[in-house]
């Protein structure tokens, strides 16, 4: 049974950092691309960050690029997502994913990720 479980989330004041952490279980996660994706109140589910099997690529949303910084421990079977400066708008369940698939690439879009954890809740007050 595939499990993703994130935590790390919590109440951050502006300009503060929290570290997300996503265990997994269940899977070959050293072969998976892993992503971080968010969605606020009112909101769609918006991606956020990926990297592809070994950590060696990477990508970001516009948004957070050069804040938030996504990497992965294949020993633990942890991806992280480090977010620093952070705003009011950055508030949103955060959510990691994996597709099932290994790949060497970076996937992006949801559609392409199988499995996704439960969230957590990431609140920035201003």
């Known amino acids: 049974q595939v499990q993703l479980v994130e935590s790390g989330g919590g109440l951050v004041q502006a300009g503060g950092s929290l570290r997300l952490s996503c265990a997994a279980s269940?899977?070959?996660?050293?072969?998976?691309?892993m992503g971080w994706f968010r969605q606020a109140p009112g909101k769609e589910r918006e991606f956020v960050a990926a990297?592809?099997?070994?950590?060696?690529?990477?990508y970001y949303a516009d948004s957070v690029k050069g804040r938030f910084t996504i990497s992965r421990d294949n020993a633990r079977n942890t991806v992280y997502l480090q977010m620093n400066s952070l705003k009011p708008e950055d508030t949103a369940v955060y959510y990691c994913a994996a597709d099932k698939n290994p790949d060497w690439r970076v996937k992006v879009h949801s559609t392409f990720y199988d499995y996704w954890g439960q969230g957590t809740q990431v609140t920035v007050s201003s």
């Open positions: 990297l592809n099997w070994n950590g060696g690529s990477t």
């Open positions: 269940g899977l070959t996660f050293s072969t998976l691309p």
